[in-house]
Each structure stands twice: as structure tokens, then as C-alpha cells.
């Protein structure tokens, strides 16, 4: 729309359409005071506070032009009334006076009336020092009031809306912030009003009480102190806070964080902007799920078994341990014989150190980031392949932008997407859902498709059919090859006999493919349960992305919903058995964790080294295997059951106490700074695991041996290190083999230089897209109270380039082959992903009360067939195994279906499952 010339207290300036006065006086550089305004939500007035003259030029009834005076100019007419300035939008000419007195009155009245009843606890208010109440009262306000103390109106407090957000009616003034918040942005509306004149108070409507995972978003934007976090509630006051910028990595959206210290406790996780990537807001898993930095249970010194228990040790005595027992399995068994399993949180920074320990100075590539459950779905390389873009932007993104989420829950696997996906169907984007049960974000859909159970492969190929009947081939630009493959696949069968078989009737299939091929930008998201389906899924929504023309291109790609914090970015460093860091195929793929287990107890693995992985608590068969291996290595937080089982326990520092980059699921490469020392004498993985290579590279020097094979391990391609040095063996190393990182930057430089697709993300590189200045706390302006709001000093993040997009890689459009099943049994067990599980990290948090006990979900009609109550316990059998859980029936869940909440401790799904997807009979026990 066109821009609008307004005048603001004599300034006068151009606005786009549509602004409203309090935006426009802010582009001008003046202060309107709001309370209940918000620029992420709908205006309402309610507070009143944000009162203005405004006067427009008047018009010729005759002509509607307007009338100018003697000297030319519009003459403008006032409005009778002060005038809302968040509810009133500018137009051509507008004048708007916010300093005058009939205004200030106006304010100092608002003001006077809000403190009526208003307690004077700012001293002990977790909102004093950062409160937009104290602020707008000391710069618009009375300087006395003239009512009467004992006129104060008292009521009960606090009152809990839930176990995490506490009301304090005597503090609320009624601007509805939390209200909206909850139903325009989280979609979660659960708040509302009761009662009426002075007994007007927020509520609950939900149960249980306050049930969002956004909640904790709502005493950010309280501008009063009224809404207070359980897990801060008078723990300290806020200009004692040293606030520290880190990325979250509780799931890979990536958000960012500001911890908040006082003495090194973490006191409280606030959100960081960045509207690349969680805007200003985060879910309520990264704000209250960080407690485990500070847990009682932390390790905080290395640990050996001596007469077969675990005793304190020092650095140099594990150290040395651990290299002495690798190179002694290198020496006898070759370097084949040794398995590292890394996390998918740890930074690149970890990630890439620990796969160049064991490639190029321990000989293998027996290395993955999974833990090798039955139910783990194939490593995804899409996500890197058709990924979005250079200069790929969420948050500039509307009208023209389609969205596809297929076989997703965004809530449950990664919370902001939900904020962001709907944000971009406000600003006017197509959202299609396509899963094979109901999600919350089904209400945001514009379309809404339902696939039978197992049938998302039919589905995409009758959407990708529906697409070459629209468009064709044409748009089809970059390197590929298995074209005619596809087409051949595609049209083996009709158009209609698809969409039966699918479940979509073949309009909604054409109506959608019609609204794919009309986008400009298009985004797919597939999360766990697309990936559980096979490759064969993942594969044909490239095929989806290409045959569209949006593969390589700017705000278009695919988006993997992936488990981990870091999980793109542990793909992209190479800690896998079948690709080097960059997506490198290895020219034969070695062991990982799916055959990992077995190869131990096959003697073929000796040696097993797990960094911040637990396979033990939910894998019987990793458990037995790491209790048989010759030698068992294991960092962590925490003594898990698989450090219980180790002969040498390293304690890593955690993400508040180490600096390090992480890859989130757009590829976007982000710094997280280092906000307290480390705890105890845990250090940062990187660090342990150079600490090792040092003594190896050391050792094998001295010796004569090389520290780095001639050719590099299995695959014949060997990488030189980083820095100069000496020759050693057959290839040139540093004196210490390239093992001189001083700090994590170090790390970061070497894989700019080494790793594909990451040249130039270096720490100055990154900071360079940020602000200058100092690590910022609460956004400090003086005109807009939109919150407690941390400033972003550190940028946005770099954005990689898709490996399609940088001509790295070519696309296979040729169809997988998809195994057949023999298997009969009449249920699908599907493993549903939940925000809230059995993550060791959720530790000490106030979120272990929202996990929930272990359930399998049936549909009605298929507990009404056997007489199954919720409750009842119903034992699921398949050729693996059996499981007995509680039932819970749930009425919009498809027949066939049995969904099982994955990563609950003492369920035991591992039991049952014969890969991503099995098959299982069902049955009633009768007690």
C-alpha cells in the first residue's frame, strides 16, 4: 500500500497505510504511552492510555478535496474527543498532538486510577527494575495520589492459573495482553474474564489449568508484574542479573536465550529476539526446562572403575586411560574395532572434533548420533539436499507463501514453528496440514487433508501426480536424473485410484496441488511421523519441492522436524557411518548404532565411546552389549545407566558453560556464548575429546607411528590437518596432529576451512550480523513497552546454502523401492514424539509434573470392539515382542491406529517395535 504523510507533534514524516498513531509516533521518534497495545497482537483500547488529539484535513462536501487555507495549506479539523492512537490508523495528512495539556491530563488520569489499588511492592516485585508501570508512572504520572489508602481494594493472592504462572489481582489492570496472547498467537485459549466491575479477573477456562506451552510468554508481556513465574518468584531481583546469550537446544528450532545469572546460578531463561528465528518468544520448554545446568546429580570429576566400582579420578589419570585403552584395540583389533555415538545437542563444535578423533587418528568411522532403537527412522539428508535457501527469512514471509507440514506435530517437536507458522497464515500464507490424525495446528489450516494410516506415500504420489497434471516437468530446473523413472511411477496408476487407496478424495488432491503450484514460495515440514513412513516419504516430497521450481531457491525448501537440538548440524559434521563431514559419502558405509549393538556381542566392536547419549536406559540389547564390551567410554551431565555401565565416566560441561555453535533446522548456524565457568572440573566436550587425541597423536609420535593414516580411514580419503607441522608417518600433521585448539573458535575456524557449505561461519563472522555493544538485557526504549524483551547484540545467525543451491549435489527423483510386509496383525504402532517426555534434561524442572505416565491412544471404534475402557490395561504384541500400557481412548484418532508416546522412561517400545513403523495385534488384560 501506498505511504501516508502524517504530522506528530510537528514532525512530520511518511508511515505505510494501514499504521496505526502510536506505531507512527514511534517511526517519529515520539513516545506515546501504552499498556494493553502490543505490535504482535491485535489493538483493543482498553487501557486508554495511549489518548492523542488528532485532527485530519477537512473536506469539500462538493468535491471531497481537501480545504486549504489562506496560505495553501490543509485546513485541518480536530476531532472532538482524544482519540485511541493503538486502535486509530493514519491517513493522508493526519495531524496528531500528544503533548497537549488536554492529553497529559488525559495520561496522568489513566495513571492515577490504574495505582488506585495498585500495592506500592515494587521493592520485592519480581517485575521491579524492568516494569513498564514504573516507568510510564515516573514519566507521564502523578506525582501524588489523592485517594485514600484505606480505600485500597484488597483481594487473595497470588492465584495460581497454573502450576507455572501466578496472578496477582491486585497488580492486574485488565489490558488483556495474556488473554490475546493466548488466543491470537498460541493459538491455546485458555485464559479469559470473570465476573464483572471491580471483581473483573483473569481466569483459567482449561484443565488442566493454564494448559499452553507458551505460558511463560505471558509474564514478558505483562506490563504490570500481575502475571509471575513460579520457577523466579522472588529468587532474586533483576539489576542483580548477569544476562548471558545462548541457543537453546531442546529441539531445533534453535531459539535464542538469555540466561540470567546471579553469583553462576541460573536464576531464570528469558527470550532473546531474533526474527529470523523465534521472533520474541519462546516456548515454555526452553524457559523452564534449563534447570538441569544447576541439578544436584551433575558430574563434576572424572571417574574410573577400580574392583568394579566407579572412584573420582583426575584428568590426567582418565585421559590417559582412555588413550591407552584405544590404541591398545587400534593396535590388536585395527581401528574398525572402536564405535563413538555422539548427541545430536552437542555443538558443531563438539561434534566435528569428536568424528576427526575417530577418523583421522583412531581409524573409524563407526560413528552415529542415534542410539540404534528398532524405531529410529534412516538418517535425513533432505533437510541439507532441498533445505530453504540463501536469505531465507520466516518472519518476512504471507501472502504467496504455501506451507505443506506432512506427518508433523510441530507443538510436541518443535513448539515456536507453531507461533511462526501461524504468524504466516496472519500475514496471508496457505497452510496445508496433511497427517494421518488431528494436531492443533489443524485450526490455523487453510486446508486440512487426513491420509489413511500407512498411506502417506500414496498420498504425496497422488499430490505429485496432481502437480504434473498442473504444471508439468518445466519448472523442473536443477541437476537431477530419474525423471522419466518418476513419471513412469506416477502414472502406473489413475489419478482417482490413488486417492482411494490414500484416503483424499482426488478434488482436494488437484485443489491442493493447484495452491502448490500458484505459490511463489513454497515450504515443506515433515517431522516424525513422515520420517517413520521410509525414505521412500521423504524422498518424493523433494520430488514434490523440484517438480514445484522452488528447489535451491530463497524461502522455499524442506524442513526436518529432526529429534535433537543440533541434529542438522551432527549431520552436517559427519557423525554418521556413511558420510564424512559436508555429506561426503563414504565409499563403503561401516557400523552404526542399528548394527552396533549386535557387533559387539559379535566381538567385531570392542572399543565403545558415547558422548551425552543414553542407550542403556531404554535398549536392553545395547545394555548387554555395553556390559560385554572390552572397553566403554562415556561423557556426560549426568550418571546415566549407560555411565553406570562404563569403565571411564568424563564429565562434560553443559551448554551455559561452554561457547559453541549449533545448526537448527533451516540451517541456520548460530553462536551460544559461555555464561558461567564450568561446573566442578567438567569441561566442554570438544575438550575431552582433544584431551585424548593429544595423548594418542603424542604417543604415536614418539613411537614412529602415524598419527594420522596414509590414506585416511576405509574410504582412501584422508584430510590433511588444518596446521602445519612435521611429517609423521606418510602424512603432514602438527606437532600434536593438528590438536591445538585453544579455544572453541579455534574449532569453529577449522571447520569453515574444512567442512563444505560452512566456509566463512567463523565467531567474527557471526557476530558481524549482530548489533555492536554489549550483551543486552531488557530493550531499553524509551517510547515502546512491548515487554521484557532482551536485545540481541549477537545477530541472526548465518544461513547455510543448500547443497542443491550451491551445486554441491544432484537431486535422484527416481522412485525407492518400497519394502513389501507380510506382517497381517490389524493395528499400526506408531511412536508419537512429545515436547514433554522422559529427556534426562527436563531434570529439576518444574515441567517433570507435565510428563505424562506411559498410555497407548486407541481410536473409539477400535477399543469399543474389545470392550476397552480408559484406563484398562491392553497388551500389544508384534513379532518382536509384547508391551502392557494403560488405554486411553481418544475419539479422533483414525482406526487401526495404536500411538504410543516415544521417549517415556519405563515404557519399553523398544520391545515391540521391528523398525519405524510395525505392525501389532491387540488385547484386553483381564485382571
Not at 486446508?447 to 497422488?462: D, S
Amino acid at each position: 500500500m501506498p505511504d501516508v504523510t502524517v504530522t506528530i507533534d510537528g514532525v512530520t514524516i511518511q508511515v505505510p497505510s494501514g499504521t496505526n498513531v502510536v506505531d507512527a509516533a514511534r517511526m517519529a521518534g515520539v513516545a506515546v504511552p501504552v499498556f494493553c497495545y502490543h505490535p504482535r497482537m491485535q489493538p483493543v483500547g482498553m487501557c486508554r492510555m495511549c489518548l492523542v488529539q488528532i485532527g485530519t484535513p477537512r473536506l469539500d462536501p462538493a468535491t471531497r478535496q481537501p480545504v486549504l487555507d489562506d496560505a495553501g495549506r490543509p485546513v485541518i479539523q480536530m476531532m472532538p474527543k482524544l482519540q485511541t492512537g493503538c486502535t486509530t490508523p493514519v491517513s493522508e495528512g493526519m495531524v496528531v498532538n500528544t503533548v497537549a495539556d488536554e492529553v497529559k491530563f488525559a495520561q496522568r488520569g489513566v495513571l492515577e486510577f490504574l495505582l488506585t489499588s495498585h500495592p506500592l511492592d515494587c521493592p520485592v516485585c519480581d517485575k521491579g527494575g524492568e516494569c513498564p508501570l514504573q516507568n510510564l508512572t515516573m514519566q507521564w504520572g502523578p506525582g501524588m495520589s489523592r485517594f485514600d489508602y484505606n480505600d485500597k481494594v484488597h483481594f487473595e493472592k497470588p492465584v495460581p492459573l497454573g502450576d507455572l504462572i501466578y496472578l496477582d489481582r491486585e497488580r492486574c489492570i485488565l489490558c488483556s495482553r495474556c488473554v490475546r496472547f493466548q488466543d491470537e498467537l498460541a493459538d491455546d485459549p485458555v485464559l479469559g474474564f470473570d465476573n464483572r466491575g471491580r471483581n473483573w479477573m483473569i481466569i483459567s477456562k482449561s484443565d488442566p489449568p493454564f494448559d499452553s506451552k507458551f505460558s511463560g510468554n505471558t509474564t514478558d508481556i505483562c506490563p504490570v508484574g500481575a502475571l509471575t513465574s513460579s520457577d523466579f518468584r522472588f529468587r532474586a531481583r533483576v539489576w542483580e542479573l548477569d544476562s548471558r546469550p545462548v541457543v537453546c537446544t531442546l529441539c531445533p528450532v534453535g531459539c535464542n536465550l538469555s540466561l540470567d545469572m546471579r553469583y553462576n546460578q541460573l536464576m531464570r531463561v528469558m527470550p532473546r529476539e531474533n526474527g529470523a528465528v523465534n521472533d520474541i518468544w519462546i516456548c515454555d520448554k526452553g524457559r523452564y526446562g534449563h534447570r538441569f545446568v544447576d541439578h544436584e546429580s551433575r558430574l563434576t570429576t572424572p571417574m574410573l572403575r577400580r574392583d568394579g566400582q566407579l572412584v573420582p579420578a583426575s584428568w590426567d589419570e582418565a585421559l590417559a586411560l582412555v588413550a591407552e585403552k584405544l590404541a591398545a584395540v587400534r593396535q590388536a583389533h585395527g581401528g574398525s574395532a572402536i564405535a563413538g555415538l555422539a548427541a545430536p545437542r552437542l555443538s558443531n563444535e563438539d561434534l566435528y572434533a569428536f568424528q576427526k578423533l575417530f577418523r583421522e587418528v583412531l581409524e573409524s568411522n563407526n560413528l552415529d548420533q542415534r542410539i540404534g532403537a528398532p524405531g529410529e527412522p534412516a538418517l535425513d539428508d533432505l533437510g541439507a539436499l532441498l533445505g530453504p535457501g540463501t536469505g531465507s527469512d520466516l518472519a518476512q514471509l504471507g501472502a504467496g507463501t504455501t506451507v505443506l507440514v506432512l506427518g508433523a506435530d510441530p507443538e510436541e517437536e518443535a513448539p515456536l514453528y507453531v507461533l511462526r507458522l501461524r504468524a504466516m497464515a496472519r500475514r496471508g500464507a496457505r497452510l496445508l496440514v496433511a497427517n494421518l490424525r488431528p494436531t492443533k495446528l489443524d485450526r490455523s489450516a487453510s486446508t486440512r487433508l487426513r491420509y489413511r494410516a500407512g498411506a502417506e506415500l500414496a498420498f504425496l504420489r497422488g499430490l505429485l501426480r496432481a502437480l504434473s497434471d498442473e504444471v508439468g516437468t518445466d519448472r523442473l530446473t536443477v541437476k537431477s536424473s530419474g525423471l522419466d523413472q518418476l513419471r513412469r511411477a506416477l502414472f502406473a496408476t489413475s489419478l482417482d485410484d490413488t486417492a482411494a487407496a490414500c484416503g483424499v478424495s482426488a478434488a482436494d488432491l488437484k485443489a491442493a496441488a493447484a495452491t502448490i503450484a500458484s505459490a511463489e514460495h513454497l515450504l515443506i515440514f515433515y517431522g516424525a511421523e513422515a520420517r517413520s513412513a521410509g525414505p521412500a516419504v521423504v524422498e518424493t516430497l523433494g520430488a514434490l519441492l523440484a517438480l514445484a521450481g522452488k528447489a535451491g531457491q530463497s524461502n522455499s525448501g524442506l524442513i526436518a522436524l529432526l529429534p535433537g537440538g543440533n541434529s542438522r548440524g551432527a549431520l552436517d559434521m559427519g557423525v554418521r557411518p556413511d558420510a564424512r563431514p559436508g555429506y561426503a559419502p563414504l565409499a563403503q558405509p561401516t557400523i552404526g548404532a542399528r548394527d552396533l549393538w549386535n557387533a559387539v556381542q559379535g566381538g567385531r566392536v570392542r572399543a565403545v565411546w558415547v558422548a551425552g547419549l543414553d542407550p542403556a536406559a531404554s535398549l536392553p540389547a545395547a545394555r548387554a552389549a555395553l556390559d560385554a564390551a572390552e572397553f566403554v567410554v562415556v561423557q556426560d551431565l549426568f550418571l546415566t545407566e549407560t555411565a553406570r555401565l562404563a569403565d571411564v565416566v568424563l564429565p562434560a560441561a553443559s551448554v551455559a558453560e561452554r561457547d559453541g555453535t549449533y545448526t537448527n533446522a533451516e540451517r541456520r548456524v548460530q553462536r551460544s556464548r559461555q555464561a558461567r565457568p564450568p561446573i566442578g572440573e567438567s569441561r566442554p566436550d570438544w575438550q575431552i575429546v582433544q584431551g585424548v587425541a593429544q595423548r594418542l597423536v603424542q604417543a604415536w609420535v614418539a613411537t614412529g607411528a602415524p598419527a594420522v593414516p596414509a590414506k585416511g580411514p576405509k574410504d582412501g580419503k584422508g584430510a590433511r590437518g588444518a596446521r602445519g607441522g612435521v611429517e609423521v608417518g606418510a602424512v603432514a600433521v602438527a606437532e600434536n596432529g593438528g590438536w591445538d585448539y585453544l579455544t572453541a573458535a579455534d574449532v569453529a575456524a577449522e571447520i569453515a576451512e574444512r567442512v563444505p557449505g560452512y566456509a566463512g561461519v567463523t565467531y567474527p563472522a557471526l557476530a558481524a550480523t549482530g548489533k555492536p555493544g554489549s550483551w543486552g538485557r531488557q530493550v531499553n526504549e524509551a517510547i515502546y513497552y512491548d515487554g521484557t524483551n532482551y536485545e540481541n547484540t549477537e545477530g541472526v545467525g548465518i544461513k547455510l546454502p543448500s547443497l542443491i543451491e550451491s551445486g554441491r549435489a544432484s537431486l535422484n527423483l527416481a522412485p525407492l523401492p518400497v519394502p513389501a510386509t507380510a506382517d497381517d496383525r490389524p493395528l499400526l504402532l506408531i511412536a508419537q514424539p512429545l515436547a514433554y517426555d522422559g529427556d534426562p534434561l527436563l531434570r529439576g524442572s518444574r515441567l517433570e509434573a507435565h510428563v505424562p505416565e506411559p498410555y497407548v491412544a486407541l481410536s473409539r471404534a477400535d477399543a469399543e470392539r474389545q470392550n476397552i475402557r480408559p484406563g484398562d490395561i491392553v497388551r500389544l504384541a508384534s513379532s518382536a515382542g509384547e508391551l502392557a500400557l494403560p488405554a486411553r481412548v481418544v475419539d479422533d484418532l483414525p482406526q487401526g491406529v495404536a500411538l504410543v508416546p516415544a521417549n517415556l522412561a519405563g515404557v519399553g517400545l523398544a520391545t515391540v517395535q521391528t523398525g519405524p513403523r510395525t505392525r501389532v495385534s491387540l488385547v484386553k488384560v483381564v485382571v
